[in-house]
């Protein structure tokens, strides 16, 4: 099949063959313009990225495969984030989607993570260790949801479900100044490396200053060397994994 939507072709993903019946003139119409997709194949074809690279429709990580990308943004007071992504396993222990922390508390950090019990919680440098967002939504493993996490605020949304929580963010909070990981947070105690990743598929991630898109970032491969990673729309700069694996 030949998608005229998209210009894409589809061959038979089973065994054996298809008949095909006589071939057919083409038509003369024009091809109407393709709208922007929201998703397909694993190519996904649009127009806002350059020609060397091809946009597909997430990026997956890999159960400790120690891939994550690093943002090289630094949270500020009224940063944004909104992640769309699915979860690929139930959480073993606390794991972590994205986020830049000083140490192992919730007053030290941003991040967004996932517990053993199945719901999502989020950190916004709360002004004690026992407060902190909470979004519960049971049954994460393996469904797609949209997360956004900022002062004050978390809420989740699996497209059925909507639940909002707030934080007790702290006043005149000092944010730490180290870049906020994807697939795993940066731990300025653990070093380089992600800590606690959770495998996971991502489709797209934003970061916010207040109303200002910083950062816009989507799924591709380079073609050049086949390299996956996300590409920033807001800037147009590729980022590849900076961890292990690929």
């Not at 495969?65 to 606390?94: E, M, R």
């Not at 906020?180 to 105690?189: D, R, T, V």
Request: net charge negative; proline share 6%.
């Amino acid at each position: 099949l030949y998608d005229l939507a998209y210009g894409v072709f589809y061959a038979n993903a089973g065994g054996g063959a298809f008949n095909a019946g006589t071939p057919q003139q083409a038509s003369e119409e024009p091809k109407p313009e393709p709208e922007e997709p929201t998703e397909g194949g694993s190519d996904t074809p649009v127009d806002d990225l350059p020609d060397d690279y091809i946009r597909v429709e997430y990026l997956e990580s890999t159960p400790n495969g120690g891939q994550y990308i690093n943002t090289g943004y630094a949270v500020k007071h009224n940063t944004c984030i909104v992640a769309d992504f699915n979860p690929l396993k139930k959480a073993a222990n606390w794991e972590v989607f994205f986020g830049a922390i000083r140490k192992d508390e919730p007053t030290d950090g941003l991040l967004l993570r996932y517990s053993e019990f199945d719901y999502i919680n989020g950190w916004f440098y709360t002004s004690n260790a026992g407060n902190w967002g909470e979004a519960s939504i049971q049954g994460y493993a393996n469904k797609r949801i949209t997360a956004t996490l900022q002062a004050k605020s978390l809420t989740v949304d699996d497209g059925v479900t909507r639940k909002s929580a707030d934080i007790a963010t702290k006043v005149g909070a000092d944010y730490y100044n180290g870049p906020i990981y994807i697939f795993g947070c940066n731990n300025a105690a653990s070093g380089d490396k992600p800590w606690r990743p959770h495998a996971m598929r991502l489709y797209s991630f934003q970061i916010y200053e207040g109303d200002e898109l910083k950062l816009d970032f989507v799924p591709c491969i380079r073609t050049k060397d086949k390299v996956a990673g996300l590409y920033d729309l807001a800037k147009g700069e590729f980022y590849a994994n900076a961890g292990q694996g690929q």
